[in-house]
Structures are given as structure tokens and as C-alpha cells.
């Protein structure tokens, strides 16, 4: 009697306290999947005027322009904040996308000036867009502060056996890139660059999947930026090593993280409303 006294309480508090250990795991279980699912949302205006494409981001409809300065570590809020501002607006009317970054940079450098070079080497700014939301087909336009573009296009994920195409091109994209500094030049502190892009619908649809602006349904949209660990090269720069003699590995500074290390999650992605 004595031991079955004794044996039910012990195994009471027992019960209790993997309950409360299985609670725990589910809230938390909770709270990182609705870090890295809770996918943002961005309403673009109708640009009632002409917008000159020249990297000045001055125009009325601009100022208008909802502000997106929320960016992130690629992983999530898990890791630490970004050292830099990014600002992305969007814009549209009958032919045009319109993008305007700001981006926040103190040591302006670009070595790559051809058209398909991996962008992605230097400091860049990169657009993702799913135009039909579905997670297949999508493009990837990527710019350094010399204005070289690098654009690809995605069949599907590489995750589901997908291969790009660097044949494609966003053509007639009209772009502009303001630097606010000195590129190259270690000598000085800058202030940042500025993108401005005008991106044709007609460029971005395929394969009979037209890219349509709707009211009702919504685009996949992501924006990156990559961002390296800088030393001093005489006047200039170079990519900082780590102990093998290998570049720092990058920052990749994103609107919707993904969870991972990969831009190419459209699922992902956040949502590109248009408002009339």
C-alpha cells in the first residue's frame, strides 16, 4: 500500500511535466513556422503619370509609393538583422513593372561589366517574379552598382529538378543606377545606390503564361541582396578570406525569407498585389 502511495504522485508529476515539455515544443514548433511562412504582402499603385526611368525616384507617384524597409536575413529573424537599409516601391501601368531600391552602402564596389556575368559575385540587388503564382516558371534579374545586369529564367525550382536558361533576356528592361559615392574607392565613405527598373510584362511571360497584372490575383515576388565581407586593395577592395584562404562567406539580406540559404523557394516569396 505504502509503495502505490508513493509510485501514483511520481507518476502524476511525471505525466505533467511532459505535458508541459510537449507544449513547449509545440509553441515553438509554432512560433518558427509562422517566422518562416507568414509570407508579406505588397499592394503596387497604378502610376498616373509617365515615369522617367533614371534611378532618381522622384516622381509624385513615388512619393506615393508604399515603402517596403522590412529586410532580412534569408533564414529568418533568428539570425542577426541586416548592417545596411535596403528600400524597395513598386509601380505599374499598361506595359510596365516598376521597382525603385535604395540600398545602404558605405563602400561602393562592382568589378563585373558583362551582360550575364554571375552577378551575385559582386554586391548585387536581385528581383524574383512568379508572375502566374504558382511556383513553377519564374525569372531573376539581377544588378550590381555598374548597372550589369545578369538575367536567368526558371522552369521549376532546383529543388524539383528545374535548370535555368541564361539565353533569356529581359528585353527591353530600362534600367538606371545612381551612385551615391565613389566606386572603387576606399579612400572616401559613401552613402549607397540607388535601382530603378522598368520591366515590360511582355518580357516576362512564356511559354503562353502571360504576364497580366490582376487586381485579384496575386504575383510571387521576393528581392535579395548580396552583401560581401570587404578588406582594403591599395585604393579599392577585394573579398575579405576566412582562415582557408576562401572569401567570407556572403550576406544574403532578403523581403521574405525563405528559411534557408536558397532564393529559389517561390512558395516563399511574398505577394505582388495591383491597385488600381
Request: charged share 25%; glycine share 6%.
Amino acid at each position: 500500500m505504502r509503495s502505490k502511495l508513493f509510485v501514483q504522485p511520481k507518476m502524476a508529476a511525471l505525466m505533467a511535466l511532459l505535458l508541459v515539455l510537449f507544449c513547449t515544443c509545440l509553441v515553438a514548433q509554432t512560433v518558427l513556422s509562422s517566422s518562416l511562412h507568414s509570407e508579406k504582402k505588397y499592394k503596387a499603385r497604378m502610376a498616373k503619370r509617365p515615369i522617367k526611368v533614371d534611378g532618381k525616384l522622384n516622381e509624385h507617384d513615388w512619393k506615393q509609393a508604399v515603402l517596403i524597409s522590412d529586410f532580412e536575413d534569408i533564414e529568418g529573424a533568428s539570425k542577426p538583422k541586416p548592417s545596411f537599409n535596403t528600400t524597395v516601391k513598386m509601380m505599374w501601368d499598361s506595359q510596365y513593372l516598376y521597382i525603385g531600391a535604395v540600398l545602404e552602402e558605405p563602400h561602393l564596389w562592382g568589378t563585373l561589366k558583362k551582360h550575364d556575368d554571375i552577378i551575385y559575385r559582386d554586391h548585387d540587388f536581385e528581383v524574383f517574379i512568379d508572375p502566374m503564382g504558382d511556383g513553377e516558371q519564374y525569372f531573376e534579374i539581377e544588378i550590381n552598382v555598374l548597372g550589369t545586369i545578369m538575367d536567368l529564367f526558371m522552369n521549376k525550382p532546383y529543388k524539383k529538378g528545374g535548370t535555368f536558361d541564361m539565353g533569356w533576356n529581359t528585353t527591353g528592361i530600362i534600367s538606371k543606377v545612381i551612385a551615391n559615392g565613389t566606386i572603387n574607392d576606399n579612400t572616401d565613405i559613401d552613402s549607397g545606390w540607388t535601382v530603378e527598373m522598368a520591366i515590360p510584362f511582355t518580357a516576362i511571360s512564356r511559354n503562353n503564361r502571360i504576364a497580366s497584372p490582376s487586381t485579384t490575383n496575386p504575383w510571387r515576388i521576393n528581392f535579395s541582396r548580396v552583401q560581401w565581407t570587404l578588406e582594403p586593395d591599395g585604393k579599392s577592395y577585394r573579398k575579405k578570406l576566412n582562415e582557408n584562404k576562401r572569401p567570407i562567406s556572403e550576406h544574403n539580406w532578403v523581403w521574405n525569407p525563405t528559411g534557408v540559404i536558397d532564393m529559389h523557394v517561390p512558395v516563399k516569396w511574398g505577394y505582388l498585389y495591383f491597385k488600381n
